[in-house]
């Protein structure tokens, strides 16, 4: 039976929004909210929090999870899941946000869905996409975004808009690639050992080495996956959810 591990990783100093994790959510750190959100779903064997800070992992383990502390420096967060995985026993690892707190179940398990399905071992990694329609969010860097083949497979990711409307009349549909990602653990520790690649330095997109490796991306497209606290704006409307 495939064992599935869900890895949060929890790095304290956010560059937009240092502590965000320690912060407190309708009487739960939001670090805590999103660890128990990604147990409630039932889909995991274990679910570990990995931290570069002592104040985070102590917060795991007194409401009774599991946490892991890495203090090495790491060019990306699966570089840092990588390192983590290393003695986890795990066939498939799947990276949840820490920022996440609103983490529910359907997303999750449609991203681990490839994994059972008939071509599941042609699959290194899948990840999840959702449609943006807002002309300005898709020529925002700040959305990457993704374009896929007619299996579903990731093509390039980039922070421009893709496909470049040259033609306004094809009906496109622009993808926004959603960070949560379930990697094989091979393909995971594949990654750890390949250097960055050029497209993936000027892009400053990990999933670009992946594809440069030739490894396959089976996108997975959602609708909901909550709300992302990015900044402390995003913690007020959080805020406001949990109150209502």
């Known amino acids: 039976m495939m064992r599935v591990v869900a890895l949060i990783p929890a790095r304290y100093d956010a560059t937009r929004f240092p502590g965000k994790l320690m912060a407190d959510l309708g009487g739960k750190s939001v670090i805590w ?3 128990e959100a990604t147990a409630r779903t039932g ?5 570990f929090a990995v931290t570069d800070h002592r104040a ?6 007194k409401n009774g ?8 420096r790491h060019e990306t967060g699966s570089d840092r899941i990588a390192a983590a995985i290393a003695d986890i026993d795990a066939d498939v690892v799947v990276n949840v946000q820490g920022d996440e707190p609103f983490t529910q179940r359907k997303p999750l ?3 681990l869905a490839p994994f059972h399905g008939r071509h599941a071992q042609s699959i290194d990694v899948a990840t999840l996409m959702q449609e943006i329609s807002d002309w300005k969010a898709v020529c925002d860097p700040n959305f990457v975004k993704v374009v896929a083949d007619k299996e579903g497979y990731a093509l390039y990711f980039s922070r421009a808009p893709i496909p470049y409307p040259r033609n ?3 009906g496109v549909r622009y993808f926004e690639h959603i960070g949560i990602y379930a990697f094989r653990r091979r393909a995971l ?3 750890s050992r390949s250097p960055m690649c050029m497209a993936e330095a000027t892009e400053q997109i990990e999933a670009l080495r992946f594809l440069e490796c030739g490894m396959k991306i089976k996108l997975v497209e959602t609708e909901y996956m909550g709300i992302e606290i990015d900044t402390p704006a995003d913690l007020d409307r959080a805020q406001r959810y949990v109150r209502d």
């Not at 985070?56 to 383990?61: A, G, R, S």
């Open 109 to 111: 398990e449609d991203l």
């Open 168 to 170: 306004r009349e094809t």
């Open 56 to 61: 985070i992992c102590d917060e795991i383990i």
């Open 33 to 35: 909210r999103t660890y």
């Open 189 to 191: 520790l594949d990654f």
């Open 43 to 47: 889909l995991f064997d274990a679910v």
């Open 65 to 72: 999870g599991q946490a892991l502390m890495r203090t090495e």
